[in-house]
């Protein structure tokens, strides 16, 4: 009994955390000219130095679903079907996924493990006592930063993996580019983009705000920085993970 109220009290701080950063949104945009670079930084590490490691990934899950797939369609003279295909996979499935997780292994331990850091060395406090809501300048830039950036990653691991596998479909059957991206294109729907836009969204907003709640919830013993940065991975990863079976599940089941 007291496990589930404790559970409940934890989902509703979740949720008064989260609203409340929202709220301050607005407020940061036109009165937090500090907290920008804040932002900016964010972005930077994000985003900019994810995109090594999101282009090798990209590039192979293009070239494996090419390699795999056009020998065994070629066979069932269904070609054409690799470009609905790769439409699926990488821009509405796998792409918002793992650009996701990438940006979970790399930013959402190091969010929370620094804000941790904060409340340990009482900068938190520092903050308050001279006026600063530390909601508007350490949260919201956070916040507004990792989601930015996995919206942007996003689209920058789909159109490399989509680009990926045009370099691998010049091996199997040439063809010029003009035709294969007229092709993916055509393959491409409104419904297709909402989806991946809205679960990088979800995913961007649910990886921050489990990482700045993760830092937050520390206590005072410098042993609890790891602890959490491993609870904001693991918050993270459930969280994403539910979210993009929710939103596939809602996204087919209005094809029916």
């Known amino acids: ?89 990488i821009t509405r499935e796998l792409g918002p996924l793992l650009a996701a997780f990438i940006i979970i292994a790399r930013s959402a331990t190091a969010i929370a493990t620094e804000i941790a850091g904060m409340v340990i060395s009482h900068e938190v406090e520092a903050y308050i006592s001279v006026g600063v809501d530390p909601v508007e300048h350490i949260a919201v830039p956070r916040f507004l930063g990792a989601t930015i950036s996995l919206f942007l990653l996003n689209v920058y691991f789909s159109l490399f993996g989509l680009a990926g596998s045009f370099l691998v479909a010049q091996v199997f059957n040439p063809l010029p580019a003009a035709v294969y991206f007229s092709n993916l294109l055509q393959a491409l729907t409104l419904q297709d983009i909402l989806v991946t836009m809205a679960k990088s969204v979800v995913f961007g907003m649910i990886i921050s705000s489990t990482a700045i709640i993760s830092g937050f919830s520390v206590e005072r013993a410098s042993t609890e920085v790891p602890v959490a940065g491993l609870r904001a991975v693991s918050s993270a990863f459930a969280g994403s993970i539910l979210a993009d079976l929710l939103i596939s599940a809602f996204y087919y089941a209005a094809l029916v």
């Open 1 to 89: 009994m007291d496990t589930a109220i404790r559970k409940i009290k934890d989902i509703l701080y979740n949720l008064g955390f989260f609203t409340q950063t929202l709220r301050r949104i607005p407020v940061f945009i036109f009165r937090g000219k500090v907290s920008h670079r804040i932002l900016v930084m964010q972005i930077l590490f994000t985003f900019v130095e994810a995109m090594g490691v999101s282009t090798l990934l990209a590039l192979g899950i293009g070239a494996a679903v090419n390699i795999i797939g056009m020998p065994f369609l070629a066979g069932l003279s269904q070609e054409w079907v690799i470009y609905p295909l790769l439409i699926t996979i």
